[in-house]
């Protein structure tokens, strides 16, 4: 399953393929998960495919939720660069914050982290991403239906880019009300499609790299007693056509796994056994780090072949 991936990541690579300029007819697609802090693994992962020089072999980028996040700093040629502020207290603090929940306000403040940290405390390159020729697919989940939606064709200039980048990454509540576009609603694409595999599958990607934030031994979970007491009235208000997907978070969370697994030509790239199990609100930098460190870590043994034997 792994070797038809790799085998067209290093003729690729050999070729110097670039988006329009390929001699095969495959769709090589980059998934990228998130989970909010657990983002730090996929940030990693994406590091290493920045310094392998491989994102011009993709066709295309999906990224879910923080995936999204990481997926953009990949598309700009910043994921190297920025990867420190996962673990710069300034930007965590000032983005996590569990104390805003006693005024009201978003324990997860992704306006501030996207027209703010995003655009004068650590730049991200939004023209960069928008004039890549490698697709970029940032996911959401369409909070009057609950069905997974790809923001792609509704980015056509910076604050639409913005735009997306927040409705990926709105976690119910704890992000603040769902994100409008274009007169619709959206909250976090894990509301619908932690990894967005299906999504990719429906248009036609023939090859899939996945960056997981869970390892392999991590089981999916329905939500919580305590989850449904808190989330369950938000949701039926704010996002009613999500209700029915979130209540089967389980078994979304099992038909992805399964597609995955079962995939011809599938490289899936996770968290070692024994890694550190992150919540979805850390904040510790020195957790953060390893986090990063460990994702970049994993990446570059899985992907370092495809520079070598391209050489």
């Not at 027209?115 to 023209?127: A, K, S």
């Not at 880019?161 to 609603?185: E, F, K, N, Y």
Request: hydrophobic share 40%; with cysteine; aromatic share 4%.
């Amino acid at each position: 399953m792994t070797d038809a991936v790799l085998d067209l990541l290093r003729e690729r690579k050999r070729q110097h393929s670039t988006p329009g300029n390929r001699s095969d007819d495959a769709r090589l697609v980059l998934l990228v998960e998130g989970g909010s802090s657990r983002g730090a693994y996929s940030s990693g992962m994406t590091v290493a495919i920045e310094q392998l020089g491989l994102l011009p072999m993709f066709d295309a980028v999906y990224g879910s939720s923080a995936g999204s996040l990481n997926a953009a700093w990949l598309l700009c040629g910043r994921a190297d660069s920025t990867k420190h502020a996962w673990w710069d207290p300034a930007v965590m603090r000032t983005t996590i914050n569990p104390m805003r929940a006693l005024r009201r306000l978003p324990v997860v403040d992704t306006q501030h982290l996207v027209h703010t940290i995003y655009t004068q405390v650590h730049p991200m390159g939004f023209q960069d991403i928008l004039d890549n020729p490698v697709e970029f697919h940032p996911m959401a989940t369409d909070a009057l239906t609950g069905e997974s939606a790809d923001l792609h064709g509704r980015i056509h200039d910076v604050p639409s880019l913005q735009a997306a980048l927040r409705a990926s990454t709105a976690m119910p509540l704890l992000a603040g009300p769902p994100v409008m576009i274009d007169g619709r609603p959206y909250v976090d694409a894990g509301m619908s499609e932690m990894v967005p595999v299906r999504s990719a599958l429906a248009q036609q990607a023939t090859h899939l790299v996945v960056l997981r934030t869970v390892r392999s031994d991590e089981v999916p979970m329905s939500p919580s007693r305590g989850e449904r007491l808190v989330l369950s009235r938000w949701i039926a208000r704010h996002a009613p056509g999500v209700v029915e997907a979130w209540l089967r978070r389980r078994e979304g969370r099992i038909e992805e796994e399964d597609l995955l697994a079962s995939h011809p030509a599938c490289l899936q790239i996770r968290p070692p056994l024994g890694s550190l199990q992150v919540g979805r609100t850390e904040r510790r930098p020195e957790v953060l780090r390893a986090v990063v460190e460990t994702g970049t870590r994993v990446a570059v043994n899985a992907l370092a072949t495809c520079v070598l034997e391209s050489r």
